[in-house]
């Protein structure tokens, strides 16, 4: 068995050996090093540009994680993640121009001094001399939209005496549009009705940034970060609704509103003390906003109509202090202990009013409703790492993190509850193009603190109650990681995962007390016991320089996800509501060769599990595939011009929503289908550099 698991496993990573570019770095003690000479024929304007061509390297986010703790992110600047949530390490490198690189580490996270770090890590090195900048302008065209011409960034860098400083201001609108019909059927599949509908979404969002770095001839160091960025959502649905035999019989309007601003300011301060060296970690973040959701209809006949409004406004605070003691031991070991402290509050206020169109819409009774929601949570850890043999490394980290809740309204209460968690990582190097990474973990979930606080969905009527007593999951996870490095022929990268998930976060049925006492069954966000995922991801570079097709390359990457957890409501096993299923991306380029010209086009197609309601079931799948192509040229007067077509296959978005009485333990009601379809996309992009 275990021989034939081997021969499989060798013969995948075979199959997979695909070519690569010949950008292949140089193998040195730090690492595979590439250096910005290597990306000449990209004609790079920004470090990101450079670094997403490093064959086989794909950037791993640190979205949703839960402080600073453990290390999400597998980019580093100058060897130091980026003290900041709101702004990521590859933000920072799209506002540095391409000239401020120095070069580019590819290492293993087990090597590094930085807990929750495996696989491959980039470090990107970058100087600063002077002053440069980088800029983009975009314009966005879809069918039955405006344009969209106000897609921007513009970024400035440089150095004064030991301050290396950033600024930066992006603008990035986002249009949204999809029209088409949904058939409404009863149980039995009899139509009872259909409808005619067309959705439009405009967003806009600006943020400005600033960064700032003190790094004198000395120990010390110091970073500040701040930003601050505004949103405005503006969403309409318009549906045409009519009898089997085609009669029209009504109209209704959806429209969604939100105004938001956020801020954040965070830094470290790092200096030796004693035997090792200590950094100082702070950061405050704030977020404000605004929703409004209207919904109007008629009957055709005038006999009937409404004109609902929820109105929500949030506050949300989050504050982090932490604290970082880093050190040397023997045996090329690395020691460090870590405390962080947070403060989270949100704030939420709701009313509900409703009326007809002839009248204006009044507040419902008992409808006024506010929370207040306030986490305070401790974290402590010890990290440890050494080189058990020159061709094998371990990573140990164990803590555990204390957290106190607590909540007014209604049923206000105060919990608190301690949660074990940490990882244990090998880095194995089999020999010089194979490596192995195996890891244990037990992470703890972010809790959302949304999830306390009730939601009405005035378009679908599929309303959330806000639920006290949810508490974060908390996933025992083992991963493998084999990372196979071809030479000239490329590289690919196989993960396989198993989780075993306690306290899953699910929609649940839970007992709602009101202000007078009485009590119901409402669907709200909660805790299942358990929960199990598993799966495999695939990724690598296929590049066809060996072969003789010069400057042609395929990026590829396949995921696949099972999971299974019992369904609150029914007893049954199913997959997690929402969860990923699988997910294929396919991107080629080719860069002409004795030209200024580029072109390519990518394949991309996700599918995901349906989602479970209490008395409903919902699924969304796009088909066929998601596809674009695009032409570039890299010298328009020493401009970078695109252009992106997308939406080569007429995709459309498909939509069934099963509705039960009373529950999903009952009879089918009713059925909602419907197909829209989005049309194709243009998108024009000049940028340069100063």
Same mark, same amino acid.
């Given at each position: 068995?275990?021989?034939?698991?081997?021969?499989?496993?060798?013969?995948?990573?075979?199959?997979?050996?695909?070519?690569?570019?010949?950008?292949?770095?140089?193998?040195?003690?730090?690492?595979?090093?590439?250096?910005?000479?290597?990306?000449?024929?990209?004609?790079?304007?920004?470090?990101?540009?450079?670094?997403?061509?490093?064959?086989?390297?794909?950037?791993?986010?640190?979205?949703?994680?839960?402080?600073?703790?453990?290390?999400?992110?597998?980019?580093?600047?100058?060897?130091?993640?980026?003290?900041?949530?709101?702004?990521?390490?590859?933000?920072?490198?799209?506002?540095?121009?391409?000239?401020?690189?120095?070069?580019?580490?590819?290492?293993?996270?087990?090597?590094?001094?930085?807990?929750?770090?495996?696989?491959?890590?980039?470090?990107?090195?970058?100087?600063?001399?002077?002053?440069?900048?980088?800029?983009?302008?975009?314009?966005?065209?879809?069918?039955?939209?405006?344009?969209?011409?106000?897609?921007?960034?513009?970024?400035?860098?440089?150095?004064?005496?030991?301050?290396?400083?950033?600024?930066?201001?992006?603008?990035?609108?986002?249009?949204?549009?999809?029209?088409?019909?949904?058939?409404?059927?009863?149980?039995?599949?009899?139509?009872?009705?259909?409808?005619?509908?067309?959705?439009?979404?405009?967003?806009?969002?600006?943020?400005?940034?600033?960064?700032?770095?003190?790094?004198? =001839?000395?120990?010390?160091?110091? +970073? &500040?970060?701040?930003? #601050?960025?505004?949103? @405005?959502? *503006?969403?309409?649905?318009? $549906?045409?609704?009519?009898?089997?035999?085609?009669?029209?019989?009504?109209?209704?309007?959806?429209?969604?509103?939100?105004?938001?601003?956020?801020?954040?300011?965070?830094?470290?301060?790092?200096?030796?003390?004693?035997?090792?060296?200590?950094?100082?970690?702070?950061?405050?973040?704030?977020?404000?906003?605004?929703?409004?959701?209207?919904?109007?209809?008629?009957?055709?006949?005038?006999?009937?109509?409404?004109?609902?409004?929820?109105?929500?406004?949030?506050?949300?605070?989050?504050?982090?202090?932490?604290?970082?003691?880093?050190?040397?031991?023997?045996? =090329?070991?690395?020691?460090?202990? +870590? &405390?962080?402290?947070? #403060?989270?509050?949100? @704030?939420? *206020?709701?009313?509900?009013? $409703?009326?007809?169109?002839?009248?204006?819409?009044?507040?419902?009774?008992?409808?006024?409703?506010?929370?207040?929601?306030?986490?305070?949570?401790?974290?402590?850890?010890?990290?440890?790492?050494?080189?058990?043999?020159?061709?094998?490394?371990?990573?140990?980290?164990?803590?555990?993190?204390?957290?106190?809740?607590?909540?007014?309204?209604?049923?206000?209460?105060?919990?608190?509850?301690?949660?074990?968690?940490?990882?244990?990582?090998?880095?194995?190097?089999?020999?010089?193009?194979?490596?192995?990474?195996?890891?244990?973990?037990?992470?703890?979930?972010?809790?959302?603190?949304?999830?306390?606080?009730?939601?009405?969905?005035?378009?679908?009527?599929?309303?959330?109650?806000?639920?006290?007593?949810?508490?974060?999951?908390?996933?025992?996870?083992?991963?493998?990681?084999?990372?196979?490095?071809?030479?000239?022929?490329?590289?690919?990268?196989?993960?396989?995962?198993?989780?075993?998930?306690?306290?899953?976060?699910?929609?649940?049925?839970?007992?709602?007390?009101?202000?007078?006492?009485?009590?119901?069954?409402?669907?709200?966000?909660?805790?299942?016991?358990?929960?199990?995922?598993?799966?495999?991801?695939?990724?690598?570079?296929?590049?066809?320089?060996?072969?003789?097709?010069?400057?042609?390359?395929?990026?590829?990457?396949?995921?696949?996800?099972?999971?299974?957890?019992?369904?609150?409501?029914?007893?049954?096993?199913?997959?997690?509501?929402?969860?990923?299923?699988?997910?294929?991306?396919?991107?080629?380029?080719?860069?002409?060769?004795?030209?200024?010209?580029?072109?390519?086009?990518?394949?991309?197609?996700?599918?995901?599990?349906?989602?479970?309601?209490?008395?409903?079931?919902?699924?969304?799948?796009?088909?066929?595939?998601?596809?674009?192509?695009?032409?570039?040229?890299?010298?328009?007067?020493?401009?970078?011009?695109?252009?992106?077509?997308?939406?080569?296959?007429?995709?459309?978005?498909?939509?069934?929503?099963?509705?039960?009485?009373?529950?999903?333990?009952?009879?089918?009601?009713?059925?909602?289908?419907?197909?829209?379809?989005?049309?194709?996309?243009?998108?024009?992009?000049?940028?340069?550099?100063?």
């Amino acid at each position: 068995m275990k021989r034939a698991f081997v021969l499989g496993l060798s013969l995948c990573l075979s199959l997979t050996a695909i070519a690569q570019t010949t950008i292949t770095g140089e193998t040195t003690e730090e690492g595979q090093v590439y250096v910005p000479a290597d990306f000449e024929r990209f004609a790079p304007r920004t470090a990101l540009d450079l670094l997403v061509q490093i064959p086989g390297f794909s950037i791993r986010g640190g979205g949703g994680q839960r402080g600073f703790g453990q290390a999400q992110e597998n980019v580093l600047i100058n060897g130091k993640r980026i003290t900041a949530k709101t702004t990521s390490a590859t933000d920072v490198l799209q506002q540095l121009s391409a000239e401020n690189v120095v070069r580019i580490v590819i290492v293993e996270g087990a090597d590094l001094d930085i807990p929750g770090l495996t696989g491959q890590v980039a470090n990107v090195i970058t100087t600063a001399e002077g002053t440069s900048g980088t800029w983009n302008y975009r314009q966005r065209y879809r069918e039955n939209l405006r344009p969209a011409y106000d897609g921007f960034e513009i970024s400035v860098n440089g150095a004064t005496g030991d301050v290396k400083w950033r600024a930066s201001l992006n603008s990035d609108p986002g249009r949204g549009a999809n029209a088409g019909r949904e058939n409404i059927t009863d149980g039995d599949g009899n139509l009872i009705q259909f409808r005619e509908e067309d959705f439009t979404s405009h967003r806009a969002r600006v943020v400005g940034e600033v960064g700032l770095v003190w790094d004198p =001839e000395d120990s010390r160091e110091a +970073s &500040l970060n701040a930003s #601050y960025g505004i949103r @405005e959502v *503006d969403d309409e649905e318009f $549906s045409n609704r009519f009898a089997p035999d085609g009669t029209e019989t009504s109209r209704a309007i959806f429209t969604f509103a939100e105004d938001e601003w956020e801020s954040e300011v965070s830094g470290d301060f790092a200096f030796d003390l004693g035997p090792g060296r200590l950094k100082l970690i702070g950061l405050q973040r704030n977020e404000d906003s605004a929703f409004t959701e209207n919904f109007k209809f008629g009957a055709s006949d005038g006999s009937t109509s409404g004109d609902s409004i929820f109105l929500q406004s949030i506050y949300e605070n989050e504050s982090i202090l932490r604290g970082e003691y880093s050190w040397n031991g023997s045996n =090329e070991s690395d020691w460090q202990v +870590s &405390l962080e402290g947070v #403060y989270n509050l949100l @704030e939420s *206020d709701e009313q509900l009013l $409703s009326g007809d169109l002839t009248t204006a819409p009044v507040l419902v009774p008992d409808s006024i409703d506010g929370i207040e929601v306030e986490e305070i949570r401790s974290e402590a850890f010890l990290t440890h790492s050494r080189q058990l043999k020159p061709d094998l490394r371990l990573q140990a980290s164990l803590g555990a993190e204390y957290s106190e809740v607590t909540s007014d309204g209604v049923n206000a209460q105060t919990r608190s509850f301690t949660r074990p968690k940490g990882s244990l990582a090998l880095l194995w190097e089999v020999r010089e193009n194979l490596t192995v990474n195996t890891e244990l973990s037990r992470s703890v979930g972010q809790l959302s603190l949304f999830d306390f606080v009730p939601s009405v969905d005035l378009d679908d009527g599929l309303n959330q109650s806000g639920n006290i007593d949810i508490v974060p999951a908390q996933t025992t996870r083992l991963e493998m990681q084999f990372e196979r490095d071809y030479g000239k022929w490329g590289n690919t990268t196989l993960t396989l995962y198993g989780e075993q998930i306690d306290d899953i976060v699910d929609r649940i049925p839970i007992t709602f007390t009101d202000a007078g006492g009485n009590t119901s069954i409402r669907e709200a966000r909660g805790n299942l016991d358990s929960a199990t995922r598993y799966g495999f991801d695939l990724a690598g570079t296929f590049l066809f320089d060996a072969i003789g097709w010069k400057g042609a390359q395929l990026d590829y990457e396949f995921d696949y996800r099972k999971s299974e957890v019992e369904d609150p409501l029914t007893g049954d096993t199913r997959r997690i509501s929402g969860d990923k299923i699988r997910f294929i991306d396919l991107e080629f380029r080719q860069d002409i060769e004795g030209t200024d010209w580029a072109y390519g086009w990518e394949i991309e197609n996700y599918y995901e599990s349906a989602v479970f309601r209490l008395n409903a079931t919902s699924a969304f799948e796009s088909v066929p595939p998601f596809a674009s192509v695009f032409v570039e040229h890299k010298d328009i007067y020493g401009l970078t011009g695109r252009v992106i077509l997308g939406n080569l296959f007429d995709q459309d978005d498909n939509f069934t929503r099963q509705r039960f009485s009373p529950d999903r333990n009952g009879d089918l009601v009713q059925v909602e289908d419907r197909s829209r379809n989005f049309g194709p996309i243009l998108v024009m992009r000049l940028s340069g550099s100063f």
